[in-house]
């Protein structure tokens, strides 16, 4: 039979799965995909998309969270992350030093 302890620690472990909505931060690459805009989560390899960048990012944003909450159904933290190829890293990089040494 569980004791008590065991099951706060159940508790305890479940809850430490849970994600409130700003808990988990993302990089994000935008651009223009023929008429669309594509937001792109780079850890994640997810793409949402919209008319405008806002629309694709708030697309992105309701799969992210419905990634992490198959993720928690599953009971398998491992199924949120999952990188996009090498070359997106390489572009959101290139937009990184692009906009750092324009502004400067």
């Known amino acids: 039979m569980a004791s008590r302890a ?3 620690s159940e508790k305890e472990s479940a809850s430490s799965f849970e994600v409130t909505p ?3 931060v993302l990089n994000v690459l935008g651009y ?3 008429e ?3 937001a792109m989560a780079l850890e994640m390899d997810l793409r949402g998309y919209g008319q405008t960048f806002r629309e694709a990012l708030e697309e ?3 799969l992210v969270a419905t990634q992490i909450r198959f993720a ?3 009971g398998q933290a491992e199924l949120i992350w999952k990188s ?3 070359v997106w ?3 959101f990089a290139d937009v990184r030093r692009e906009r750092s040494f324009g502004r400067g």
């Open 72 to 74: 928690h159904f599953k």
């Open 36 to 38: 669309d805009w594509v």
């Open 6 to 8: 065991d099951h706060k």
């Open 84 to 86: 996009a190829e090498p």
């Open 32 to 34: 223009r995909e023929q």
């Open 89 to 91: 890293f390489e572009r």
């Open 60 to 62: 992105l944003r309701e």
């Open 22 to 24: 700003g808990a988990v």
